[in-house]
């Protein structure tokens, strides 16, 4: 394990979306954007146990696995920008990453869409026979559609390759789970189906890849269907966009300040040689400041481009 | 000399279905069969039996009663380099699957930049007479022909289902392929090898000078049915299948209503924003349309379809009020005409049998 390599993702994914957030009052950004400050936890540390070509699939709140698996910075923020140098050639915006070289699948702005789709995508590696695993990440939302279900159910039957992921942060929009959920056993739900199951209660990110490893090993080895990690998380910012909104009557920051007490990036930092963080912290920095160049400088894709891509062939 | 693919013979439609998806499995290990009852003693009325005996069940299986999933599993699949069949004994059935279709199939080559393509054929069969009722009958093709990144194609005999459906397995986009139950039983002289028809392209299946004639998957059994009863009466109608409607080939059905001077659309369907009234609309708004062209459409009554049979004698189009709508526009001051309806009675009608 390579904790140096844990801090960078998890401070990257902060500062990234940190500077989205400073810069989103400018305008230039007109993408909705969904932040995923407070969360990188559980992408960073499913992501650290998997291979480069492992799968990755993620919902409208994506930038962190889209950075945690690799995907490239540069073509993000363009892709934010809107344009033709993004990663989705401006065409998807902040809620459609996607990186085919990493292997990061494209996101999806209707909660719940993407977790078939991982599970499609796993039958096909499943056929490969190449030991590949697809990693499905979705907040607490998803797991109410129906789809749901029976993507679990699918992946079940055919013992496929997926670690499904929940991000639970505990709210989908302004609704609380109280709200939502007729009792708090997901965990349960999902066994109900023969696919093993882990709640992660702390955002521990060294405890979220410890068991997301356990799991990938035994896929790989075709000892184990799929399996189900539920991580509870906190979401820091607003629903969507840049600012917080503990004002808003739906939440207390008294909920935000135990997450913000274990705060990952911090504690893996810590057990890092100074110099070496010093040093991770400005090569991110001048990969921030290096991306919002690139954004800057691209071409806006027009006229006619309006056309490109309906059709495939 | 002649090719393989040029050795015709004569084939039930369903039989052109499965031969399809058997030669191009056989061409391609890429291509897979799934859905609900592809794989057991019926086969999908007939269109899938044998494969799984030939290709095995991780090429050809059922799945659970999950539409909206299994629709992304053909996705993410189609997405990871792989060509599904998803197979549905019913179109209505792919309510069920509308928004992995509309939100991911037809979007993902476009938000995606390109980077990703959905080679994905979704089969649908619609349903009719013998009580298929209200959810077993609808034709929802205009749905799809709505979305732009969707392929609509609706094949109206065994030469067209053949090669209509290798040109979809084929196609890097979402195809919605619509199949109508009916004409199952039908039989033309199809190519014993691999062929394609290509998308976008009607066919003028009979000239005629007074009225272009359109007719959509098995309407245009109906319309050819008409045009046969309308020449007894010296009434010469040019009945067109569009084959494709999504991309739709406007061009031919433009230059006959151009040189007719009048344009009836039968679709096998309701009519309200319906393919007959995109067809209508398109030529009306065409700039190279012709001023003065009578346009009219007929489809299904404007009600849920009905079980009883006279309710639904009522409710869908035929070759008698085909037939009587045509002599209507072309001879407007004369007297009401419809052919002997014993005699516009369709075979295909008559075969089916149900129960199903």
Known sequence: ?313 | MSTPAKEFRLLRYVDALREAVAQEMERDPRVFVFGLDVDDHKGIQGSTLGLREKFGAERVFNTPLSEDAMTGVAIGAAMAGLRPIHVHIRMDFLLLCMNQLVNIAAKAHYMYGGAARVPLVVRSIIGKSWGQGAQHSQGLHAMFMHVPGLKVVAPSNAYDAKGCLIAAIRDDNPVIFVEHRLLYPTEAYVPQGLFTVDFGRARVCRKGDDITLVGVSNMVMECLRAQELLAEAGVHAEVIDPISLAPLDIDTILESANRTGRLLVVDNAWTNCGASAEIVARVSESPRALRGIQTARLGFAPTTCPPSPLLEQEFYPNPVKIAAKVYEMVRPGEARWAPDAERAVLAYQLQFRGPF
């Open chain 1, 1 to 313: 394990m390579d904790l140096a390599s844990i801090y960078r993702k998890l401070r990257l994914i902060r500062r990234v979306e940190e500077e989205i957030a400073r810069i989103y009052p400018s305008d230039k950004i007109k993408s909705p954007v969904h932040l995923s400050i407070g969360q990188e936890a559980v992408s960073v540390g499913v992501c650290d146990a998997l291979r480069p070509d492992d799968v990755v699939s993620a919902p409208y709140r994506g930038h962190g696995a889209y950075l945690a698996k690799g995907g490239d910075l540069n073509a993000m923020i363009a892709e934010l920008y809107g344009k033709e140098t993004g990663c989705a050639r401006g065409r998807g915006g902040s809620m459609h990453l996607i990186g085919i070289e990493q292997h990061i699948l494209g996101g999806s702005a209707v909660v719940g869409t993407t977790i078939p789709i991982a599970v499609g995508y796993a039958l096909a590696l499943q056929r490969e026979g190449q030991g590949g695993v697809v990693a499905a990440f979705f907040g607490d939302g998803a797991t109410e559609e129906g789809v749901f279900y029976e993507s679990l159910n699918f992946a079940a039957l055919h013992k496929l390759p997926v670690l499904f992921v929940c991000e639970n942060n505990f709210y989908a929009i302004h609704t609380p789970l109280e709200k939502r959920w007729s009792t708090r056993q997901l965990c349960e739900r999902v066994r109900t189906y023969g696919i093993p199951a882990h709640l992660v209660t702390d955002g521990d990110v060294l405890r979220i890849r410890h068991l997301a490893a356990e799991a990938i090993r035994s896929m790989r080895a075709g000892e184990s269907g799929p399996a189900f990690l539920e991580c509870h998380t906190y979401r820091w910012r607003e629903h969507v966009g840049p600012g917080e909104d503990y004002d808003a009557g739906y939440r207390d920051r008294d909920e935000l300040r135990p997450w913000q007490e274990r705060d990952q990036a911090p504690v893996i930092g810590a057990r890092l040689e100074p110099s070496e963080r010093a040093r991770l912290d400005a090569e991110i920095e001048s990969a921030i400041a290096a991306a919002f160049d690139f954004a800057e400088n691209g071409k806006f894709p027009e006229g006619d481009d309006l056309f490109q891509h309906v059709y495939a062939g």
